[in-house]
Each structure stands twice: as C-alpha cells, then as structure tokens.
C-alpha cells in the first residue's frame, strides 16, 4: 500500500469548497488509520467544518472578510494585490492541515461535517495537496 499521494486540484473562485470525495476518491484508505492532508500554499487553508448546509460556507467567506480586510494602510506585502497579505494572514489562522481517523475504510467524519479548501485569493489557480496516511 502506498501511503502518500500528491493531488491538484482543479482552480477555485474565491471561498470555502467542500473538498471531501475528491479527497477519498483519490486514495485507497486502509480499515483503521489518520489520514493528514496538507495544502502547499500560503494563500488558501484547510479547515473542517459543516457540510449540510451551504448558507455556512457563505458565512464563514463574509466573516473572515469582515475581520481581515483588504487595502489596509499598514499591510507592506502589497506588490501581488489587495487580496494577497489578507490571504495570508487567512491561511495562517485556518492552517495548512488537517487530520482525519480512519475507520472501516472510510473516512470518519461526524454526520455534518465535510473537509474544506479555503480559497483566499481571488484567482488562486490549481492548488496541491499532500494526502498522508499513518
């Protein structure tokens, strides 16, 4: 069995988007383990969250938008555009992994949740992710 797969994901707009079957569609899962998932990036995050209702995923763009705001006077890291040190800043609060329990082969995930890519820039483009199972 392998136990490390890289994977791409396609380019996202702006959000949070429910990521978890590209996920477990990508890597065969073992009947007990932890799978960690890395993103190698510093402007999106990864972050687990409810999956039922989609109103959530609006929510949590429009907070984060609220708390970390674009075109501040004292950001220097400037030169990439507006979105870019606030997208930072996102990912540094939401983090780069995850980690997941394994349980009869499947991912074991409560009833309402579901993984999430944080897309913080506005033209991100395809993201990397590391899926590793212990």
Not at 36 to 57: K, M, W, Y
Request: hydrophobic residues 35%; charged residues 20%; aromatic residues 8%.
């Amino acid at each position: 069995m392998k136990n490390q797969k890289e994977i791409i994901l396609p380019p996202y707009p702006r959000g949070f988007h429910l990521i978890t079957d590209q996920i477990a569609s990508n890597i065969d899962l073992p009947e007990t383990g932890v799978l960690h998932v890395f993103i190698q990036h510093t402007s999106a995050g990864l972050t687990i969250n409810e999956c039922a209702d989609p109103t959530v995923r609006l929510d949590l763009e429009t907070s984060f938008n609220h708390v970390i705001r674009e075109d501040e006077p004292f950001y220097k890291h400037t030169y990439e555009g507006p979105d870019d040190m606030p997208a930072h800043i996102k990912s540094s609060l939401v983090g780069a992994s995850i980690f997941v329990p394994i349980s009869n082969w499947k991912l074991n995930l409560g009833s309402w949740q579901g993984i999430y890519l944080c897309e913080f820039r506005n033209n991100g483009g395809s993201r990397k992710l590391v899926l590793t199972i212990l």
